[in-house]
T-cell receptor, first 116, second 109 residues
């Protein structure tokens, strides 16, 4: 299957700082990528759809100014958690479909964010 | 809004037993359905993808069925092994994926 990477895998930061998480499709191009967050023992919740060359589409209840998404190229999307607070601590996972949103989606290994 | 339910929430079986995991969804207007495996603290591994026009998909010991009209999918894992212990998630795709809460499987040696 296709490979999606995320960096970093784990990050610990102080409250008030910003954290950038990268999502890369390694062996295919992705015009669309998706960002999810997962709380302990819960399922994945879609945060936003990242679109190459245009603005991201955010799900209801997700703060656009808090979670900045940039899809700079066909293989890279970044999620920046701005002014992070302890309640932002979570597991963030990205996915990318091969050939568009209706196709099989491949997930990155996830990033564990801990805000102190 | 699509609602996805997985039953049971947890399952513990002895090695060698067959596993049956259930997934139901409320809106049948889907493009496909995917089954994933997630190990603790890890990302998701895609197991099977069933297109909306298909009724079944097989890969090795895994078999997934889809009944779109009734909003149900079932994942069968034959001859379970301790290495099958993980959380299994189903997700329906109507352009965006909607996930169930998962079934946590423990296979006892």
């Amino acid at each position: 299957g296709a490979v999606v990477s995320q960096h970093p895998s784990r990050v610990i930061c102080k409250s008030g700082t910003s954290v950038k998480i990268e999502c890369r499709s390694l062996d295919f191009q992705a015009t669309t990528m998706f960002w999810y967050r997962q709380f302990p023992k819960q399922s994945l919740m879609l945060m936003a759809t990242s679109n190459e060359g245009s603005k991201a589409t955010y799900e209801q209840g997700v703060e656009k100014d808090k979670f900045l998404i940039n899809h700079a190229s066909l293989t890279l999307s970044t999620l920046t958690v701005t002014s992070a607070h302890p309640e932002d601590s979570s597991f963030y996972i990205c996915s990318a479909p091969t050939g568009g949103g209706y196709n099989e989606q491949f997930f990155g290994p996830g990033t564990r964010l801990t805000v102190l | 809004k699509q609602e996805v339910t997985q039953i049971p929430a947890a399952l513990s079986v002895p090695e060698g037993e067959n596993l049956v995991l259930n997934c139901s969804f409320t809106d049948s207007a889907i493009y496909n359905l995917q089954w994933f495996r997630q190990d603790p603290g890890k990302g998701l591994t895609s197991l099977l993808l069933i297109q909306s026009s298909q009724r079944e998909q097989t890969s090795g010991r895994l078999n997934a069925s889809l009944d779109k009209s009734s909003g149900r999918s079932t994942l069968y894992i034959a001859a379970s092994q301790p290495g099958d212990s993980a959380t299994y998630l189903c997700a329906v795709n109507d352009y965006k994926l909607s996930f169930g809460a998962g079934t946590t499987v423990t296979v006892r040696a």
